[in-house]
């Protein structure tokens, strides 16, 4: 891992986290894998949510992290790290605290998911998100449900057979109005050949 990637999250220096904006993409970007395994340690602590530094850490260097991955065109190489700290966020608590207050494994979940789901012409890195990507949607984040539902959505469009395992579990979100009922009932029912 690189130097300023370990003393950072090592040691959970946020006074030195922006400087990983410093680097170039390519510096950084064998260490990415490793920095994100580190993340799901740091987040699976016992008091990360209520530790505001190390959401602040884990926070800028996710930020950094999918800028690498997205300017470097590297996901498939890091998917499988990306998609198990993403994991990792369903064994914690994903509904809003008050109104608009995401939870701090929301924040996670929700700063991958584009990351992880834009590439949704990407069978290998679908493969691995789409069985995650479903268990979102009943977790009781209404926000975090309705943007899974706009990238599942594209991904029945252009490659409809990886959801067809997850057919029950999304047609109850829709049925239950967790996700957008236009944009995935819509694809659902355009693709209903593929999962009969």
């Known amino acids: 891992m690189h130097q300023l990637f370990r003393l950072v999250l090592g040691q959970k ?3 030195r986290a922006g400087d990983l904006f410093s680097l170039d993409d390519s510096e950084i970007e064998d260490s990415l894998t490793e920095a994100l395994e580190q993340i799901k340690i740091i987040s699976s602590s016992s008091d990360y949510q209520t530790n505001n530094n190390d ?9 950094r992290i999918t800028a690498a991955i997205r300017e470097t065109e590297s996901i498939e190489k890091h998917a ?16 809003p605290f008050g109104k608009d ?4 494994h929301a924040k996670i979940a929700s700063d991958i998911m584009s990351c992880i789901l ?7 890195v679908m493969a691995l998100a789409i069985p995650i990507a479903v268990k979102f949607l009943h977790r009781g984040n209404k926000e975090l449900c309705r943007n899974m539902s706009n990238y599942l ?33 819509t694809c659902f029912r355009r693709h209903l050949k593929v999962f009969s």
């Not at 207050?101 to 701090?104: G, K, R, V």
């Not at 834009?118 to 290998?124: A, G, L, M």
């Open 13 to 15: 220096d946020l006074s």
């Open 55 to 63: 959401q602040a850490v884990v926070e800028i260097c996710i930020t």
């Open 80 to 95: 499988k790290a990306l998609v198990g700290l993403w994991d990792s966020c369903l064994e914690h608590n994903l509904r």
């Open 101 to 104: 207050e995401d939870t701090p």
């Open 118 to 124: 834009q590439n949704y012409n990407r069978p290998p």
């Open 153 to 185: 959505s594209l991904a029945a469009i252009t490659k409809a057979d990886l959801l067809a395992d997850h057919t029950e579990v999304i047609v109850k979100s829709i049925l239950q109005g967790m996700v957008q009922k236009l944009s995935l009932g």
